[in-house]
């Protein structure tokens, strides 16, 4: 090293000598180390040819093993549902399942007969929808009578009622009152 560079980082000559002497040793071991492990390797390598590990001939595929394992789970699921059909079929009763007999057309066609009307026995007849009267009773509102009347809230028919009524308030029913319920 250069002496500018040592006074630069602090570092005395003598430290300097005893960093190249470790790094000299260092190489030297290395090298003794790398040797002793490539003896070591060629040793194992003339111990395991010698062992003789061969592949046994007699071993099967594990590609083998899974499709005989895939073919005998089939055959066994096979079987179980052929036990448990015939178990289902034997516990139930006879009696439930037998059919019933179907019945002939002639039976049949004595309950219905069709008549063709006459031309003058039948008349339009319109159906005539008169207006209904109710008496309010306790717990009546003008909501609950529409669903009775009308199957469901509509607010058109409680417009009407309040219309035929003539109702300033809807809220406003006393028990007894009587109301005209129009059906159209």
């Given at each position: 090293?250069?002496?500018t560079?040592?006074?630069?980082?602090?570092?005395?000559?003598?430290k300097?000598?005893?960093?190249d002497?470790?790094?000299?040793?260092?190489?030297?071991?290395?090298?003794?180390?790398f040797?002793?492990?490539?003896?070591?390797?060629?040793?194992?390598?003339?111990?395991?040819?010698s062992?003789?590990v061969?592949?046994?001939r007699?071993e099967?595929?594990?590609?083998v093993y899974f499709?005989t394992?895939?073919?005998?789970?089939?055959?066994?699921?096979l079987a179980?549902?052929?036990?448990v059909?015939?178990l289902i079929?034997?516990?139930?009763?006879k009696?439930?399942?037998t059919?019933?007999a179907k019945k002939s057309?002639?039976?049949?066609?004595e309950?219905f007969?069709?008549?063709p009307a006459?031309?003058a026995?039948?008349k339009?007849t319109s159906?005539?929808?008169?207006?209904?009267?109710?008496?309010v009773?306790?717990g009546d509102t003008?909501e609950s009578?529409?669903i009775r009347f009308?199957?469901?809230?509509?607010?058109?028919?409680v417009?009407?009622i309040?219309s035929?009524?003539?109702?300033a308030?809807p809220?406003?029913?006393?028990?007894?009152?009587?109301?005209?319920?129009?059906?159209k």
């Amino acid at each position: 090293m250069k002496s500018t560079t040592l006074r630069r980082s602090n570092i005395t000559r003598v430290k300097v000598a005893m960093m190249d002497d470790l790094s000299r040793y260092n190489q030297q071991h290395q090298d003794e180390d790398f040797y002793k492990a490539q003896n070591k390797t060629r040793e194992l390598d003339v111990l395991w040819q010698s062992f003789g590990v061969k592949q046994n001939r007699n071993e099967k595929a594990p590609q083998v093993y899974f499709v005989t394992g895939l073919i005998v789970g089939v055959i066994i699921t096979l079987a179980i549902t052929t036990v448990v059909s015939l178990l289902i079929s034997f516990s139930t009763p006879k009696d439930e399942m037998t059919l019933p007999a179907k019945k002939s057309n002639i039976e049949t066609s004595e309950k219905f007969s069709f008549i063709p009307a006459d031309n003058a026995a039948v008349k339009t007849t319109s159906p005539v929808l008169s207006n209904e009267e109710y008496v309010v009773k306790e717990g009546d509102t003008l909501e609950s009578i529409v669903i009775r009347f009308y199957g469901s809230f509509d607010m058109s028919k409680v417009n009407a009622i309040q219309s035929v009524n003539k109702m300033a308030n809807p809220n406003a029913l006393s028990i007894g009152q009587k109301l005209i319920i129009p059906m159209k």
